[in-house]
């Protein structure tokens, strides 16, 4: 049977503003909407980041609460993953909001330059932020942005900070990190399967390289990233209008490839998530 495909969209990110493209969503209020929207579309797992009044990145607890609240009342079974990445945030503030309990919540399993700036996860740093998450019971998403951080996660299992099955996101297109390129992923898919053999997997191509990553996870059965947090545009001439609209060309290439589109349940089902 061909595996059905979570499409996980990631509405807002840290980096685009509404100059970039006023369809980026910001206010709480924008997110739950512009969430809505793309789970109608087909998505089964949201990203969030916040923003402040000035669309900084935040890590105000009570705004991801109210974001997790507002979520869940309009979608109540979608994926409901947050963000502990870095930018503005320090160490402590990136994990401050986990005891809310979000299905799940990234991890980079180590450190990387993006253009212009170090992102910063030291060991103990990672090991703290796994821990956290099993304390509360918050199933990882794990960031690959460069190789080593594969081997990484897989250490990180072995010591039992993170439980089996893990789903894993390579993350492709950010200057200064890994380049798109095909070969890299199927090397990685290739360690991966050896190294966590139960793992589960996904991609996301940031900027213009979103879309053909899409096309290649479909084809050797990998999930689907996509959303206006990795890229504003629908092609070279145009902005996306919307999260949805990026939802529905993922969902329409599903089609293409024979993969039907996973419903939050088998979303759920694949990722192993506690029940709701
Ligand atoms: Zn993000």
Redesign the pocket.
Known sequence: MTTPCIISV?I???VPRKKDNPAVPVTIAEQVESTHEAYEAGATLV???VRDENENSSSDRSSFEKLQDGIRKHCPDIIIQF?T?GRGRSFEQRGAMLDLRPDMA?LATGSVNFPTTVYENPPDFVRALAKSMLDYDVKAEIEIFDLAMLYATANLVQEGLLKSPVHVQFVFGIKNALPARREILEFEVKQLKALLPDATWTAAGIGRTQLEVNHWTLEMGGHCRTGL?DNVRWDKDTLATSNAQLVERVAKLCGEYGRPVATPKQARDMLKLKPL
């Open positions: 990631a807002t990110g840290s990203h969030l980041h963000s990445g990234s947090e």
